[in-house]
């Protein structure tokens, strides 16, 4: 769990674990704690992978909501799609190679929800990047693959990382919410719900 600064007052929870997530919050420069929330990640049965997103990212916060009933709380999803269907996070090898394979020159949806909860108010965002790949050879994917822990990443690839050799292109409103947390998105809501920013 992260701090806050020596004498601040925690102004918002970011409720996840990553330490992506915390590290691009960060550079907003407000106050936060950090706690992981567990929350069935399932998809439903016929569920858009927007709907995935947003679910979720309101269940994140939400499961936190009792523990800290007066603090804002901010949760966030990231899913990945190919034609509409949805790549998790690889977890093994075996998959990661498989994924990288079918994106193989090819464009891949990134969508990425935040919410951000206090009571019965909830504010969300939506942002989607579109990545194009290029043509890769399984020689490529192996040498990707040995170069960088991407387990854990959904689409198998770091962008912030070597991962960036993989693409032609990269579509977004907001280079950050590739990486885990839109920041413009996050901003807007903290604005809205009155939160200024130092």
Known sequence: MLKPAPNATAAVILASGSRYRAELLARLRIPFLAEASQVDETPRPGESVEALTRRLAVAKATA???RHADAWILGSDQAAAIDDEILGKPGTPARARAQLARCSGRELRFLTAVALLRGTRCLTALDVTTVRFRALS???????????????????FKCEGYGITLFEAIESNDPTALIGLPLISVRRLLAQAGLALP
């Open 64 to 66: 936190l909501a009792g």
């Open 138 to 156: 399984s020689g490529e994917i192996e040498r990707y693959l040995a170069a960088e822990d991407v387990l854990d990443c959904a689409g198998s």
